[in-house]
């Protein structure tokens, strides 16, 4: 199924996370298409290396996540379009190594991101990168 048209209505692309509570930005994901499914990857974060120099790394990551670097990581996993939102994929918390059910969708110009643990959400706004 074909992505949107036009370049503000579609998820694909370069976006920033920011801090829902200070509002600095927290990494610069890039969603892309790949087998007609969505995925994010991390391009960069703010502070890249720990203190020893080396990398962050991905402590409580699940699975073949755990101890890779943070920059990199593939976030978002197979989602799938369904009418305006694309859903049916999964989100991981890379601070937390936690994985939900994930729903997107472009409004105003912004990335809305949604995770569910069970019936409650939590949804994020993202802000198109360059």
Do not use: H
Not at 102 to 117: C, F, S, T
Request: aromatic share 8%; glycine share 12%; net charge positive.
């Amino acid at each position: 199924m074909a992505l949107a048209a036009l370049p503000d209505e579609t998820p694909v692309g370069v976006w920033k996370t920011v801090d829902d509570k200070s509002g600095k930005v927290r990494s610069n994901v890039e969603i892309y298409e790949q087998d007609g499914k969505l995925f994010g990857k991390i391009l960069s974060i703010p502070d890249p290396d720990g203190p020893d120099g080396r990398p962050k790394i991905c402590i409580k990551c699940p699975g073949a996540d755990k101890d890779k670097p943070i920059v990199g990581l593939v976030i978002i996993r197979n989602l799938t379009a369904n009418g305006d939102r694309y859903t049916g994929g999964t989100i991981m918390d890379p601070e937390e190594g936690k994985v939900y059910r994930a729903e997107i969708w472009v409004e105003n110009g912004r990335l809305r991101v949604r995770g569910y643990l069970g019936p409650f959400y939590r949804t994020q706004t993202w802000l198109r990168g360059s």
